[in-house]
């Protein structure tokens, strides 16, 4: 309805309620969000007596300004103008209200009046004279059409079945898959046995200079170290077995003073945790320091898409056998190589004391803390399972399929079908990592 027709707005003490409306809006493509139901009372302009009372929706726009119909106004078709609903509906103006089937019949008086065809036709009703029917006009535009639907119990069903369903697997990007092309063209298998792989870089990284924050970030590391004794010597013994397991080197002095651009610096800091019945303490290298430049090497790097199942179908199936084992991979990350051209992205500061040099080494192995570390371990299982899948193939399945990260749930249906499986499982992996000693088997 024109704001011309209506001339006061009458407010109850309380006015409106919440109420769900989905309002499709006249292109189809959006949905307004919940709305209110208002009560009021409306006087019609050329009604002084009438007086009604409705209940709507309020939304911010019900529809398009009404068009401008000139030409039945310049030909004078009908008579009645000053009885009109809307004496003013040959003008361009917004839309108010929407008045629905619900209160329509009770608002005509039955009365008719026709001019020559084709034409509007006139129809009387409560608030005036109403014309309705083809009329023409100078002007062109657009066609719309409203359309209102309550579809909430529609959505309900829809939901339910949605989560009812098993989920489809999601296309690779353009970067998962590029990410897949960088691994699948730069793994190996090196002389000892261990797969050794590239860093999946997205571009070549313009990193500028990280030894200075690294450098600042190992003294105040060695500063905290050395107000706890406990800590300190954890600590140590941690760097030390990265380098007795052959995870770490020294870098030679004439490989040293490389371009701040062909290397970076990662800083590392250490985690607690008390609950582990292994270590408690982990060393975690931060490679999402910036340098000068305002880059970190994580931001050059690849995450790499999803290639395990959600741990949720994994505790489902586990939960299914009838004997059931799990276990662990040792040192997962770092039973990895990583290519010889990449390793100076992996350096770091370390030394005993404050009393010795600051030395420069680089991790040799996949680095915990970098953003393609879980990829490039999970990758690299699923290429271990495929590449032994024609001598154990049942094993080579549950390596696939029952992993989550380093950890192993499964399980069989009989004790002989059981102690195969863990060992076909142990002979896959034996050569490239070791089974934790934690291998628990449960049965009925």
Not at 38 to 56: D, E, G, H, M
Not at 128 to 150: P, Q, R
Not at 281 to 301: G, H, I, M, P, Q
């Amino acid at each position: 309805m024109p704001p011309a027709t209506i001339s006061e707005w009458t407010w109850p003490e309380k006015p409106w309620h919440r109420l769900h409306l989905d309002l499709a809006d006249r292109t189809a493509t959006s949905r307004a969000p919940n709305q209110e139901i208002v009560s009021f009372a409306v006087k019609i302009v050329c009604r002084n007596n009438l007086t009604t009372f409705a209940a709507v929706w309020t939304v911010s726009s019900v529809t398009m300004a009404s068009a401008t119909i000139d030409a039945i106004a310049q030909k004078g078709t009908y008579s009645m103008n000053t009885l009109l609903a809307d004496p003013n509906f040959d003008k361009t103006s917004p839309i108010d209200l929407v008045i629905g089937a619900d209160l329509a019949p009770f608002l005509y008086t039955g009365k008719l009046r026709f001019q020559n065809h084709p034409g509007p036709t006139a129809c009387s009703s409560k608030l005036g004279w109403i014309l309705s029917g083809n009329v023409s006009s100078s002007e062109t535009g657009n066609n719309y059409i409203s359309l209102c639907s309550t579809s909430q119990g529609d959505d309900n069903l829809r939901q339910f079945f949605e989560l009812e369903s098993v989920p489809a697997a999601l296309p690779l990007t353009k970067e998962e898959k590029s990410c897949g092309d960088i691994y699948d063209k730069n793994f190996c298998i090196s002389t000892d046995g261990r797969y050794s792989v590239g860093l999946p870089f997205k571009s070549v990284p313009n990193l500028g200079d990280s030894r200075q924050n690294a450098m600042k970030g190992f003294l105040a590391l060695e500063r905290k170290l050395h107000k706890s004794s406990n800590l300190l010597q954890q600590y140590k013994d941690f760097m030390m077995e990265y380098l007795s397991l052959n995870h770490m080197e020294l870098i030679p002095k004439i490989e040293r003073d490389k371009p701040s651009d062909k290397c970076y610096y990662i800083p590392h800091h250490c985690v607690l945790r008390e609950q582990s019945s292994t270590t408690k303490l982990r060393v975690v290298f931060d490679a999402s320091c910036k340098t000068s430049n305002n880059y970190s090497l994580n931001e050059f790097l690849h995450t790499g898409p999803k290639l395990q199942h959600d741990i949720f179908n994994i505790l489902v199936k586990f939960r299914t056998n009838p004997i059931a084992f799990t276990g662990d991979i040792e040192k997962m990350y770092r039973q990895i190589k990583v290519n010889s051209s990449d390793l100076d992205f992996q350096r770091i500061f370390w030394r005993n004391s404050p009393l010795e040099s600051l030395l420069d080494y680089r991790l040799l192995t996949v680095t915990y803390g970098m953003s393609c570390a879980p990829y490039l371990a999970i990758r690299t299982l699923m290429q271990l399972a495929t590449d032994k899948e024609l001598l154990f193939p049942e094993a080579s399945k549950i390596i696939k399929t029952d992993f989550y990260v380093d950890d192993l749930l499964s399980g069989a249906t009989t004790i002989e079908e059981e102690n195969v499986l863990i060992d076909d499982i142990r002979k896959i992996i034996f050569f490239w990592w070791l089974l934790h000693k934690k291998m628990d088997v449960k049965c009925p």
